[in-house]
């Protein structure tokens, strides 16, 4: 009896999260309410970063009227802004593009980095 109970427990354990896994766009915007002194998700106007509407998928650096650091605009040569780039970069700024003007120390806690994602990809944030 203790034996089943303790697989059952196990498997409940090993099983997957797709609500953790693909984000939650509604924790997500409250997360992101610690980027928005600096970016705006919902429309395309730059404010001391550049705008993040549409981001996921996006060329890196390639808002025209934004001024990028040169560290970003190297960076961003030929890559694009996809969930793994964001992910790492979210985390630490500094640490993945060294010289970026982004001053932000990074994102803490992995469930409000997976959430701020899933809020950026949200059409009613302004993502895809």
């Known amino acids: 009896m203790k034996t089943s109970f303790i697989l059952v427990l196990l498997a409940i354990a090993a099983a997957p999260f797709p609500a953790l896994a693909d984000g939650d766009p509604v924790a997500g915007a409250k997360a992101f309410k610690a980027c928005q002194a600096c970016h705006v998700a919902?429309?395309?106007?730059?404010?001391?970063?550049?705008?993040?509407?549409g981001i996921v998928g996006r060329p890196i650096a390639s808002?025209?009227?934004?001024?990028?650091?040169?560290?970003?605009t190297e960076f961003g040569q030929g890559k694009v802004w996809d969930e793994a780039t964001l992910s790492e970069y979210l985390k630490a700024?500094?640490?993945?593009?060294?010289?970026?003007?982004?001053?932000?120390a990074g994102v803490k806690k992995d469930a409000d980095?997976?959430?701020?994602?899933?809020?950026?990809?949200?059409?009613?944030?302004?993502?895809?």
């Open 93 to 104: 700024p500094k640490a993945v593009v060294k010289g970026t003007k982004m001053a932000y």
């Open 63 to 72: 808002i025209a009227d934004y001024k990028y650091s040169p560290a970003m």
């Open 42 to 53: 919902a429309d395309a106007k730059n404010k001391v970063g550049p705008h993040l509407q």
């Open 113 to 128: 980095l997976v959430n701020i994602i899933a809020y950026l990809k949200d059409p009613a944030a302004g993502g895809q």
